[in-house]
């Protein structure tokens, strides 16, 4: 019996999006959504109870990071990744294969696995399927992810098709060594790069392994928007429908609106953290660069239209105050503010689906923020 199982609640008429619901051993979560990227045990700047003020239904955590600090071990002393930082929801875990390859010259690729070096302190590290498996079943996260390779763009055909085998073999080897399925979710992740083929070759493997979920890896990593799309109009409909279908790395409110209508249920990314801690907020009527002197005097709100605690209690002028003094304050207040903005499109975006209107929504959310 598998630790999250999906349910299938209604396809939206007029785009072919899906409201579901992932139940897991920490809850049930309501999809499509948005999961904060917790990298250290952490979403950078918040609070557990913040999250939860903000609706956060799961976050997601990095198995790199916390392997190399403090350690899989002693977090799994504390009681397993959720007692350790005190959050007591959904937690999906990543391979680490990303943040690995990321690597460029510190690591090497065998079939056995990646050796690598510590970006921390240089030391040298071997990171392998089931070393993958064995770190995230210490963690204890709800959903783990199959340790992968993660082919950049551009990439030939050939260096491709190579990777994505091997991220097959490596799948086969993850489910051999993970032994806690009854309270943890391996999921699988589907790759090939820019090729049609070569995807649906990928998405074939990878399906073929019974699992409770599955990824599309390898996009948003420098590829055109336009790309994107197009690899998502013919790899989604591969996997099954009623598993869970999640695409790694996305976080854009264009591309999490483009996800859903193509069939995709669960996304993370760090953009929201990011730009807020360099001074820029996502509202309803687009990007706001709050550090620019435009905003040194307005007294007003950054979104009318939000309902989170920066919105109700601060103005544009002082947050600019703040980022500009590096107060630490000001990222907090903009990344409440950000990771709020995405979590209420994504629960609009549920009532949307719900309503038979999604791509109404669409035109109507693209015209206010991007002014199209």
């Not at 993660?150 to 990777?163: G, I, M």
């Not at 279908?245 to 760090?270: A, H, K, T, W």
């Not at 550090?291 to 950054?302: H, I, P, Q, S, V």
Request: one cysteine or more; hydrophobic letters at 35%.
């Amino acid at each position: 019996m598998y630790a999250v199982k999906y349910e299938l609640i209604k396809t939206c008429k007029q785009s072919g999006a899906r409201l579901g619901r992932l139940h897991t051993p920490h809850g049930v979560i309501e999809t499509p959504i948005f999961m904060p990227v917790g990298t250290q045990a952490t979403v950078k700047a918040m609070t557990p109870d913040e999250l939860k003020e903000i609706e956060s239904q799961i976050i997601l955590s990095n198995t790199y990071h916390l392997y190399l600090r403090p350690g899989h071990d002693l977090i799994k002393k504390a009681g397993g990744l959720h007692k350790f930082m005190n959050w007591d929801r959904p937690i999906l875990t990543d391979s680490g294969g990303f943040q690995v390859f990321s690597l460029g010259d510190l690591r090497k690729i065998t079939e056995e696995g990646v050796e690598f070096r510590s970006h921390i302190d240089g030391s040298k590290h071997v990171l392998s399927p089931e070393k993958a498996v064995e770190i995230q079943n210490a963690l204890g996260s709800d959903i783990m992810m199959a340790f992968d390779e993660c082919a950049p763009y551009p990439a030939d055909r050939e260096y491709v098709k190579k990777s994505l085998e091997r991220t097959t073999r490596w799948l086969k080897r993850c489910k051999e060594a993970h032994k806690n399925y009854e309270n943890q979710a391996l999921f699988g992740i589907v790759q090939g790069g820019m090729y049609r083929d070569l995807r649906e070759q990928s998405a074939r493997e990878i399906t073929s392994i019974d699992l409770p979920g599955y990824a599309i890896g390898g996009v948003s990593v420098g590829e055109p928007k336009e790309l994107m799309y197009e690899i998502l109009d013919y790899t989604v409909p591969l996997l099954p429908e009623d598993k869970p279908r999640y695409l790694m790395g996305v976080g854009s409110p264009d591309d999490l609106l483009e996800g859903v209508i193509r069939g995709v249920d669960m996304f993370d990314c760090v953009l929201p953290t990011r730009i807020a801690r360099n001074g820029t907020a996502m509202t309803s009527n687009g990007k706001v660069v709050v550090r620019n002197a435009a905003y040194a005097e307005d007294f007003t709100t950054l979104d009318p239209e939000c309902d989170c605690h920066t919105c109700k209690n601060y103005t544009k002028a002082y947050i600019r105050h703040l980022i500009k003094t590096n107060e630490i304050l000001g990222a907090r207040l903009l990344t409440i503010h950000n990771l709020r903005f995405l979590l209420k499109m994504m629960k609009e975006v549920r009532e949307a689906i719900m309503q038979d209107r999604l791509l109404d929504y669409k035109e109507e959310f693209f015209e206010k923020y991007y002014g199209k």
